[in-house]
């Protein structure tokens, strides 16, 4: 007895450091960025130049609040309720779409307001569909490994919701979603043939989707040659390759960003990072890479370790949560530099936007709590 007391007290004690000094070092980051690229438009559009970086603030303690409570709950929890957090995701998204209920931003109707908090479904959902997925490929691993069935089965769950977000219309919150759940069943042992044949499918939905909506054409012919059209539909990028030049290697100082003065739209939101790579220059742009590939590597080994030590759920949860996060890395900071064609998607931890960084707080402490049972299941 006493024995089984010691470690369940090591085990709430277990903390992978590593782990939460990458994400305290990010959070501190974005914070910095975000702010420094918000001042203008906020001084501008509000009266008050750190309105963005209060509610900011405000987010982030929500969100800490969140993820500590999120961090007490067992992930055994989660996969028993997996399916009743995925019914409240349709639910959510059903709800948003209805004129009254849901907030239309902008020609896109992706929000619902909760007194002062106003969140964005397609952020939640997208975990519960990574927790859904992880659930079924638990329960349903033999299957889906053998049969057509199995695989079919869990994609026409994920193609009912991106059909909704699709209805808002939330393009990049698809992308990541369906990028996802392909990744999750490719690790799961998917056939390759059977996963060859739904990716290609996938991609030429994507490519019809894109064809048929002339913004989004004409967003894709942009990024070709940005510079043919520069102040019209190339604005966006060509203002950000400049940021970055100006850059340099050093960068230009804390605050002193040219761009952020009403020349790059969205400053403090889609591209906070060629902001700061402007003010932080070569070097800065760098580290910040650093941070989340180490933290996403991190995060990796975490869910090798849960699969490793016979907690299957454990590690879907945190694979999917580490191709989630690297996907919106490598699209937001793609679409900054000009790899990909212009798309709105936050910056993981940088991007201003309350639900992103609710839900990418969340995912954190869920990682962490699955660190923490590594730890204490089996010593280290």
């Known amino acids: 007895m006493l024995e089984a007391i010691n470690q369940h007290r090591a085990d709430a004690q277990y903390l992978d450091r590593l782990y939460l000094g990458l994400l305290a070092a990010l959070l501190i980051i974005g914070f910095v960025a975000m702010s420094s690229a918000s001042i203008e438009f906020a001084a501008r559009q509000y009266g008050d130049a750190f309105y963005f970086a209060k509610r900011y603030g405000f987010y982030l303690g929500l969100a800490a609040v969140l993820g500590v409570m999120t961090y007490q709950v067992p992930m055994d929890a989660w996969r028993k ?81 991106t059909l909704l977000l699709m209805m808002e219309p939330d393009f ?15 690790l799961a042992g998917v056939k390759l043939m059977q996963f060859l044949a739904v990716i290609a499918a996938s991609a030429g939905v994507l490519a019809i989707t894109v064809m048929v909506s002339p913004y989004r054409m004409k967003r894709l012919t942009a990024f070709t040659d940005p510079w043919a059209d520069q102040f019209n539909s190339g604005y966006q990028l060509t203002q950000s390759l400049i940021a970055f030049g100006r850059g340099e290697w050093m960068g230009i100082g804390l605050g002193n960003s040219v761009q952020k003065l009403f020349y790059l739209p969205e400053a403090h939101t889609d591209f906070v990072f060629a902001i700061w790579a402007e003010e932080f220059g070569f070097i800065g742009a760098m580290l910040v890479l650093a941070l989340y590939a180490i933290f996403i590597a991190r995060i990796l080994r975490i869910a090798r370790d849960a699969e490793l030590k016979g907690m299957p759920f454990n590690g879907f949860v945190a694979y999917g949560i580490a191709i989630m996060l690297a996907a919106q890395v490598f699209i937001n900071i793609g679409v900054n530099t000009g790899l990909l064609p212009t798309k709105g998607l936050t910056l993981p931890f940088m991007s201003y936007g309350g639900s992103s960084l609710l839900v990418c707080v969340i995912m954190a402490s869920m990682v962490a709590r699955i660190s923490q049972e590594n730890g204490g299941t089996h010593e280290r």
């Open 81 to 161: 309720y997996s399916w009743l957090l995925l019914l409240g995701g349709f639910i959510a998204l059903a709800l948003v779409l209805i004129p009254g209920i849901g907030r239309e931003v902008n020609g896109s109707r992706r929000w619902l307001a909760f007194g002062p908090l106003t969140l964005q479904v397609s952020e939640f959902v997208k975990l519960t569909v990574v927790l859904y997925l992880a659930g079924y490929l638990v329960r349903r691993h033999e299957e889906v490994k053998s049969k057509f069935a199995g695989f079919v089965k869990p994609m026409a769950v994920v193609a009912m919701v």
């Open 172 to 186: 990049g919150a698809t992308v990541v979603t369906v990028g996802t759940a392909l990744a999750l069943l490719f």
